[in-house]
């Protein structure tokens, strides 16, 4: 369900938090839905069990997991709002940042990075 | 702490007039999995001794269950589990002989827990040891030291001669034992990416010190690598607090840093009119980066 990368210098739980957060903000993980255990994860992908622990721990704290007694962990029922939006928005804006500095580095126009975002977005 | 499993004081060891171990002060706590990295000669053996009782500290102490390492009750020693770097099988026993001989020793073995491992990592019970190849015995090694189920579990070097698909297996098994969080598990390698799996906490030795001790997230957050561009004469004048490295050309320079906060990134940038961007680091390279 998530690809983790140990060799990345993200750490690890940080590339489930942001797994989990994308899958949550865009429904393909929809309210309700049961999470691997701690256990089973750090099993399947042969990694330390306190990192996927600390990265459920965080995302119970947001709200986006509910942990529930003897059962595994579920996708938290939230009502869709405009925060949704900002919050999908907000985990694009670093790749954003780093496009667009890069663009000016080429020094691209404007105009030219947005048709070039248009074809590709219509790809 | 009354809770730690090892904890070591200001600890010291010297052969003769060669210092090997120099004032490390350290603790390990219950479902911890440290990952202890060094090149050759630092001192990671010597280390790993000293917490085992195997050789007397210069100074300082070290504890394992509250308990100095040198005067461990029997009690506590089968609760601590160890792979050595040479392994010391008995070359004329059959694999399961030596099994029953360790087993003897424990009164908590996990004979079914074997018995499975054997199966899966395709362990040859009747085979002779002395027939066995290097990567069988490190096998064997292994399963002795996990039998007892210990809270302590010290590693040196294990997975040295095991094909990766082995390896594999052994990391999963130790996901296993570190997964219930009572036993903690020190683990020296290197096998980088084997320690970046399972590791939470980072253990760097240099030169007989603790060059970095903390978790492996934090040092993937405050170990990165900056590439830095702007104008010429704006790169040329930058100033990198915490540089381990720097290298400039015209309009660009690529910098290494210890203690990144990213926080200051926007007034760094702003401060030397520089773009900057951040590379995060993967053990490996953190590792290369701090011995250069």
């Not at chain 2, 210092?19 to 053996?45: C, Q, R, W, Y």
Request: net charge negative; aromatic share 6%; with cysteine.
């Amino acid at each position: 369900m998530f690809v983790l990368k140990p060799q990345s210098g993200i750490p690890i739980y940080r590339q489930l938090l942001e797994q989990v957060r994308r899958m949550v903000a865009s429904g393909q993980l929809a309210p309700g839905t049961e999470l691997p255990s701690v256990r089973e994860l750090a099993i399947q992908h042969a990694v330390n069990p306190m990192t996927v622990s600390k990265a459920y721990s965080l995302l119970e704290a947001e709200g986006l997991l509910e942990r529930n007694r003897g059962r595994p962990m579920t996708v938290a029922n939230r009502p869709k709002n405009a925060a949704q939006l900002s919050r999908r928005l907000q985990q694009v804006r670093p790749l954003l940042e780093q496009t667009v500095l890069a663009a000016k580095q080429l020094e691209l126009s404007e105009a030219d990075l947005l048709k070039a975002i248009r074809e590709i977005w219509e790809e | 702490m009354a809770d730690a499993t090892v904890q070591g004081s200001h600890l010291s060891k010297s052969f003769g007039q060669r210092s090997v171990i120099d004032d490390l002060s350290f603790e390990v706590a219950p479902g911890e999995v440290i990952g202890l990295l060094g090149k050759n000669g630092a001192g990671k053996t010597t280390l790993l001794e000293l917490m085992l009782g195997f050789t007397p500290p210069t100074s300082g102490t070290v504890n394992v269950f509250g308990h100095p390492s040198q005067r461990l009750p029997g009690a506590v020693k089968s609760r601590v589990g160890f792979v050595p770097q040479q392994d010391e099988l008995l070359d004329q026993l059959t694999v399961a002989d030596q099994l029953r001989v360790i087993e003897s020793f424990y009164s908590h073995w996990d004979g079914e827990l074997i018995e499975r491992l054997c199966r899966e990592w395709n362990v040859n019970t009747a085979a002779r040891i002395k027939d066995l190849s290097v990567g069988e015995r490190q096998k064997l090694s292994i399963l002795l030291a996990f039998g007892q189920r210990p809270h302590l579990l010290v590693l040196d070097e294990p997975v040295a001669s095991l094909d990766p698909l082995a390896r594999r297996q052994f990391l999963e098994q130790l996901v296993e034992i570190s997964a219930d969080g009572e036993r903690a598990v020190i683990f020296s390698s290197h096998i980088v990416s084997d320690i970046e799996r399972l590791a939470n906490r980072i253990w760097i030795l240099k030169n007989g010190r603790l060059d970095w001790q903390g978790d492996l997230d934090s040092l993937k957050d405050s170990i990165v690598r900056l590439h830095i561009r702007g104008a010429a004469e704006a790169v040329a004048g930058v100033e990198v607090p915490g540089a381990i490295s720097l290298r400039r050309e015209a309009g660009f320079a690529t910098a290494v840093v210890r203690d990144w906060n990213p926080e200051v990134l926007q007034s760094f940038q702003g401060a030397h009119a520089v773009n900057v961007e951040v590379e995060s680091l993967g053990l490996e390279e953190i590792f290369l980066e701090l011995h250069r």
